[in-house]
């Protein structure tokens, strides 16, 4: 099993930046993939961007050239840096792991419990 755990969420002014962090431990060899997803209240979870073990990434056009993927793969660690935030970002942010870097969230395995995102305006 693997599990993931979030942080870094929090209430921001738009324009503002946060940067959401998620932890993998257990059998973190079996991911390949660390995404983000978000869902914002009375709509479907939505895909936010992906990135490989090995590089490269894969990013929704919402938020391409404002947010920016990362990871640490020696401390199992992927973060999410969020720049230029609006109001219509405001959602709970989940981190899921997989096997392959898509924008469908039933191709990823593992989830963590979710952080709160509010943009303000």
């Known amino acids: 099993q693997v599990q993931l755990v979030e942080s870094g969420g929090g209430l921001v002014q738009a324009g503002g930046s946060l940067r959401l962090s998620c932890a993998a431990s257990?059998?973190?060899?079996?991911?390949?993939?660390m995404g983000w997803f978000r869902q914002a209240p009375g709509k479907e979870r939505e895909f936010v961007v992906a990135?490989?073990?090995?590089?490269?990434?894969t990013i929704a056009n919402a938020v391409k050239g404002r947010f920016t993927i990362s990871r640490d793969n020696a401390k199992n660690t992927v973060y999410l840096q969020m720049d230029s935030l609006k109001p219509e970002d405001t959602a709970v942010y989940y981190c899921?792991?997989?096997?392959?870097?898509?924008?469908?969230?039933?191709?990823?395995?593992?989830w963590g419990q979710g952080t709160q995102v509010t943009v303000s305006s």
């Open positions: 899921a792991g997989g096997r392959y870097a898509t924008s469908t969230a039933s191709d990823y395995d593992y």
């Open positions: 257990g059998r973190t060899f079996s991911i390949s993939t």
């Open positions: 990135i490989r073990r090995i590089g490269g990434t």
